[in-house]
């Protein structure tokens, strides 16, 4: 049994689709059971990182985690799950981390709470894989209110290059580091095929979606503004902008082999990303 944290987000949602087309019996954690939207069939429990007790049973007959845990509170709700998995004598934990986590040079918060998360796992004894992906293909997603209204992507750090990676190659490289051996002890740093920087990824927009589109700059105040504006907290706003900033440093833009190692395919392109979210711009 592999019990999926994270399973109504980005990557855990995508993950649990897969175990349960691999034929891998899935349980998915969530904090709203009622609001979670699963699969019809799959077992949801609830469970709160920030709860201990909630874990235990949620974590009963379980031989996997994947990990997903995310703002200031990671280290404790990654320590939180390292622990009761060593109680239960869950046998391995899968832990969804950032790629920036493995720059040295990266002092700023989300890295910073990845690493110490990271060290709580490996602090729990349990046998464990670090899945450490650069930006997401899905933060595209953002665009999607100004290029249906304004044929506009606005975004910040215009020079910046990100080899953005898929969340369908995360979940697979995390699909096989859950059930097969030889994945323990390893940390995957995933990208994918190609670094691209706003403008070139509104140009593959406008190609895949067919009309045509503009990049404009925005400044990095403005941007976090519009993260206020969608109701992200002050702290977790400003982490993410220094997150951001770093698109123009060299080690985001690095393309790794990783999806095609684990997976045995090429991590999808931007381009492949875009045509199966066409109706999102639309
Ligand atoms: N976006 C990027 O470019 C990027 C790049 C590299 C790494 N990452 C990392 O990826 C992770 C985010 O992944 P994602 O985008 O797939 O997540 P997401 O879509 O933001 O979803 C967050 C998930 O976490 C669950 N959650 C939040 N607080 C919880 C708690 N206290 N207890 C239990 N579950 C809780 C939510 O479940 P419920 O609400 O249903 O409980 C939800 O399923 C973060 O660690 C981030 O640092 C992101």
Redesign the pocket.
Known sequence: MILV????????RVLVDQLLEAGVPVRA????PDA?GLPAGVPVVR????DPDSLTPALDGVDAVFL???GPD?PR?DANVGKAAAAAGVGRIVK????RTGDPAADDP?PAW?RAGEQAVRDSGVAWTMVR????MT?ALHWAPSIRRRDTVSAPYGQGRIAVVD?VDIAAVARHALIEPGHVGHTYTLSGPQALSPGEQTEILAEVLGRPLRYEETSPEQARAALLGFGVDAEMADAIMALRATALESFTSIVHPTVEEVTGRPARSFADWVRAHRDEFA
């Open positions: 944290t994270g399973a109504t987000g980005t990557v855990g954690a969530t904090r709203r979670a469970a709160d990182l920030d997903l845990s995310t990671l709700h969804l981390s950032s790629g989300i990845h992906p650069l930006g997401f933060n969340p």
